[in-house]
Each structure stands twice: as C-alpha cells, then as structure tokens.
C-alpha cells in the first residue's frame, strides 16, 4: 500500500486566465491523504493503472491525440520512479464503453491486477482545441482523490498533461516534482562544444549558443530566463549572461580566467570563479555581470560554487588543502568548514534543493563516480559503481532525482536517477557527446 498518512489538506481552486491558452478547474477531497516519503532509500514503486481515455465523439484525430497524452501520462509519472505502470492488457476496462466518473468504476476490477492507484481520462477535440478531465483514484479506498479539468489548443497537449502530473506529485509526495524544468547541457554534435536544453525528460533538445567555440558550465536563473555560462569565443574563458527571452547577453571579461557560474536562489546575482586577483576565487555578480564583493580570501584555487536553497551558504571546491576538495562557507558568519576528507579528488558539488545533501565527483580507483554526503558532512554514500566515469551531478528542482553525464555506454552521455542511486537510465540519444547537465528550477511550461 501507499507509504504513511499526512495531514488534511486545504482544498485549493487555481486561477488561471480562462482566454488563455490553458484554463483548469481544480477538485480534490478534503480528507486524510497517505504520500510517498521521497526520503525513504527503499521506496516500493506504487502500482498504477493508466488505461487509453474515454473518447467524447470518437473521431481519429481525437482517438489519435488521446492515446498519446495517456501514454505521455504513464511514461512522464513512470519517469519519477515512485510507480509501477501497469500493462494494459490485463485490464478488466474497455474505454469505448466503460465510465470513468466514481459511481461507473468497478474497483474490484482494479484491485484485482494489483492496481493500488486509477488514473482516468475524459478527452474530448473540437474546433482546434481539447478538453481534458483526469481523476486519480485510490482503488483500495473505493474514491477519488484528485481531480482535474483543463482546456487549451491542441499544441498544449504536453503541458497539460505535464501540470496534471505536478498535480498528481504534489498531492502524494507535497512536491510538485519536475514536470516545469528543464535541462541545460554541453553537446558536442555542431563540431564544437555548444549549450543545449531540453525538457526534464529528455523531449524536444535544442541549441542555445552557436558559439563555434568552446562553452561550458551552463547555469539557469531561478526564473529560468537567464542561463549564465563559460564560453572561449573571445579567446580566453569568459562568462556570458543570456537573456532567453530576448537572445541578448552580457559578459564578464575580467582579466584572466572567468569559469563556473552559479545563480543565487531567487536572486538576480551569480557567483562566479574569478582570477583576475592572481589565484582562482570566488566572487558575487550582479545579473548584469557586475562584482558586488569577494566571497572566498584562501591561498589556493576555489572554484565551482554552489548555493544552498536558502542563499546563505557556498558549497565549492579548493585546493587549499593540497587536493581538490568541498567546502562549505556561511555568508552570514563568514566561517569555512572542509566537507569532504575521504578521497584525494573531490570536485563538482551540487546542493540539493531540500537543503540537506550535496552530491558532487569524486575520483575512485581511477574512475570518476557520484556520490552524496550530507551537509553536516557524514553519511557519504555512493550512487555510481563499475560504469565507466560519471561526473557533474545536478539535482531535480524537488530533489528527488540527479542529471550526469557517464561514458558507460562509450560516448558521455546524460543520465538521471533517483536521489539514493536507482533507477539509473540514458536521457537521450544525440549526436556527438554530452556533457555537464545542469537541472532548472520548476518554472517553465506554467
């Protein structure tokens, strides 16, 4: 059964503007609702049954567009790796004739192939546009327990389906999961190392720079409508602000080396790895590129900043100590703690938005691997075993899932898997090799 019983919930009505392209009604029973803890390491994956939607008239466009948003639906849920989908050809159901309101399901029927949660659809397709309606159902309960209707044009399909299953997430984990993110990352397949994004799994990837150059080190906005980044097309390595939105961008040319940005959370200011002072340190920018102050005075190299969600602290890597390893800054009272002390080669740290771990790289019997350890610096476990290099860990805006890239399979490559290391599978498949991904904020497709 589902994991542990939570508080009662506030029923929520969203707003949206109904001449937009999306408008939703909200429903949801103001009762007692059991979630899934992410926090729990062995986590049993939740049947769920996710038959085709009922049809409102049946024409082929229609039957065609409502058999791919359920699909979509199953496979966008099944990539958090809290469910089990079920096959539907065991189902006891048939969307041509079957109801799929609370007084026409037969839970019995459900129940019976192990289905502990329904997701049900009503789909409907005219004049261009669709109507959608889409229950969750706890099947040992006998009742629903989420519901939802939504209108848009037919190109809205996919963030439809992807705000239901925020819905879906919040109400059973009380995290909206990563349905509104992206992904930015380094290809190689232009020639030369370029930014791409794409969305959280892997659909639609598209080319941000077109550089002829060497770019790296992609950081999103909290807003996700700057991403700050490293690019050598001036001849030397220099931090670049893209606006998104309007394609325009400033830089940060200091003399010397300009490299790893990083927002801070809700902010419209950076750091940024600068050696224009002699040794690499690490500063605070304006979102305009400006320097508002030094953050690190420490003999050796510190570069790759990190900011716990709060915006209090740094996570970045030194060499103070000799190797490269993690510390940890508090803006407030300006003390520096060393975080990692096993290994000789720890590098690419990245904060967890829940506050409570940093996953980063680190050079095992000659091998790079993921790893997390908490803040306060104990219980390091190791996610990456026996698969090649694995390097530039990135957390999903809730937490739950890391982005990096691995050359397990030949060329590097992005994959993701769960915050305890399951569930380790490709994003996608593109031409050339890709390289440091970094995850967004839960902010687009709104």
Same mark, same amino acid.
């Given at each position: ?6 508080r009662s919930i506030v ?15 909200? %429903?949801?029973? +103001? ?8 926090? @729990? ?7 769920? +049954? =996710? ?6 008239? *049946? ?11 359920? %699909? ?16 539907? *050809? ?5 969307? #041509? ?13 459900? #129940?019976?192939?192990? &289905? ?8 409907? =397709? ?18 629903? /327990? ?26 059973? #984990? ?33 080319? =941000? ?8 080190? $992609? ?14 097309k001036e001849g030397k $390595? ?8 309007? !394609? %325009?961008?400033?830089?940060? &040319?200091?003399?010397?080396? @300009?490299?790893?940005? &990083? ?8 750091? +940024? ?31 790759? $900043? ?66 997390? /350890? ?18 530039a860990p990135s957390w999903? $805006? ?18 993701? !898997? ?29």
């Amino acid at each position: 059964m589902i994991v542990r019983c939570m508080r009662s919930i506030v029923i929520i009505v969203l707003g949206f503007n109904l001449m937009g392209p999306i408008a939703c009604l909200a %429903q949801s029973d +103001a009762d007692q609702y059991e979630y899934i803890d992410i926090s @729990n390491p062995f986590l049993r994956k939740i049947p769920l +049954a =996710v038959p085709l939607f009922k049809n409102a008239t *049946g024409t082929g466009e229609e039957e065609r567009l409502s058999n791919s948003s359920a %699909q979509l639906l199953a496979s966008s849920l099944a990539f958090t790796g809290y469910f089990k989908i079920l096959d539907r *050809g065991a189902f006891l159901f048939d969307p #041509t004739k079957d109801g799929v309101l609370t007084p026409q399901i037969n839970f019995a029927n459900w #129940t019976v192939i192990g &289905a502990e949660l329904l997701i049900t659809g009503l789909f409907e =397709v005219s004049d261009g546009r669709l109507a959608l309606e889409l229950r969750l159902f706890d099947t040992f309960k006998n009742k629903r /327990i989420l519901g939802k209707k939504y209108a848009g044009r037919l190109e809205d399909q996919r963030k439809i389906i992807h705000r239901f299953c925020s819905e879906v997430i919040q109400y059973l #984990t009380g995290h909206k999961g990563m349905f509104a993110s992206k992904l930015a990352f380094v290809s190689t397949g232009s020639g030369n190392k370029e930014i791409y994004s794409c969305e959280f799994d892997g659909y639609g990837p598209q080319q =941000v720079t077109r550089n002829h150059d060497i770019s790296l080190f $992609p950081a999103w906005s909290s807003g996700g409508q700057y991403l700050a980044y490293t690019s050598y097309k001036e001849g030397k $390595p220099d931090i670049f602000i893209k606006n998104l939105a309007e !394609m %325009q961008e400033v830089s940060v &040319a200091e003399k010397g080396i @300009n490299i790893t940005p &990083a927002w801070v959370p809700g902010k419209f200011e950076l750091a +940024a790895a600068l050696s224009f002072s002699g040794d690499q340190e690490i500063y605070l920018l304006t979102g305009t590129g400006k320097i508002i102050k030094r953050l690190t005075r420490m003999r050796g190299s510190d570069i790759s $900043p990190t900011w716990s969600p709060d915006g209090k602290k740094i996570a970045f890597v030194s060499t103070r100590s000799g190797n490269p390893q993690i510390y940890i800054k508090d803006l407030v009272s300006g003390k520096v703690r060393r975080l990692t002390f096993e290994g000789n080669y720890n590098t690419q740290p990245s904060w967890s938005p829940l506050g409570d771990k940093i996953a980063y790289s680190s050079l095992v019997d000659g091998h790079h691997n993921i790893f997390v /350890i908490a803040v306060e610096g104990f219980e390091q476990l190791q996610l990456t075993h026996e698969s090649g290099d694995n390097e530039a860990p990135s957390w999903s $805006p809730d937490g739950s899932m890391i982005a990096f890239s691995s050359n397990r399979e030949g060329p590097f490559r992005i994959y993701v !898997m769960t915050a305890f290391g399951t569930d380790q599978r490709r994003l996608l498949i593109m031409k050339g090799e890709q390289t440091n991904p970094k995850w967004s904020m839960n902010d687009f497709n709104n």
